[in-house]
């Protein structure tokens, strides 16, 4: 058989799957400020950014913006304060490690939150939300499922919110920076449908 002209495939064949899965991880490096743009993607309405992660390597991030039925997602921003290098070891807000975390895990009840903490936002006021911390930002962790659809420009990440199908692997985004008054601080985007809850 010549496999560059034969083009007729009647019986069976040896396939193995070659489709790269998707899993979740934490994306850690600095936004690409300018980049972010509205998308439409097969769940409804996202603003998409690109994070740099070190050594040359972009991840495209997709953020859920609008229900695919038009109905506003439902958002909960969290501020954390941070202590300083060496004052709490577990928690240094110090020099980012950038890169891929694929043993990260985040869940929405199991760090406290509730469905009554969320409230809907409308796309625009998202976006707005989202771009003015991204201009103060000193980096982000976006946590979601990670994918890799082949080239240089097809690694990514989505599913940015509460994932009622998987367990402690809810996604989010932290945005590090500082306060008002100059204090290290992580401040967190939540995100979920209103037709999905929070285990309680």
């Known amino acids: 058989m010549n496999y560059f002209t034969e083009h007729t495939y009647l019986e069976p064949r040896r396939l193995t799957s070659a489709a790269t899965p998707e899993r979740f ?28 992660i070190g050594n040359g390597l972009r991840y495209q991030a997709d953020v859920n913006i609008q229900s695919s039925d038009g109905r506003p997602i439902e958002m909960y921003i969290g501020a954390e304060n941070l ?16 890169g891929v975390f694929a043993a990260a895990a985040l869940s929405y009840a199991g760090i406290g939150l509730a469905d009554a903490m ?20 000193t980096f982000v962790a976006v946590y979601g499922l990670i994918f890799d659809d082949g080239g240089p420009n097809g690694k990514g990440i989505h599913e940015t919110h509460l994932n009622v199908t998987r367990t402690r692997q809810d996604g989010a985004l932290a945005v590090y920076g500082n306060d ?14 209103a037709e999905d809850h929070i285990a309680a």
Not at 180 to 193: D, V, Y
């Open 180 to 193: 008002a008054n100059g204090n290290a601080q992580r401040k967190w985007f939540f995100f979920k449908f």
């Open 118 to 137: 969320f409230s809907p936002v409308s796309a625009v006021r998202i976006q707005q939300q989202l771009e003015a911390a991204f201009a103060q930002s």
């Open 83 to 98: 202590d300083p290098v060496g004052v709490t070891p577990d928690e240094p807000f110090g020099p980012p490690q950038y």
């Open 25 to 52: 991880a934490a994306i850690v490096g600095t936004v690409v400020t300018s980049t972010e743009h509205e998308i439409v993607g097969r769940n409804g309405e996202h603003l998409q950014f690109y994070v740099d």
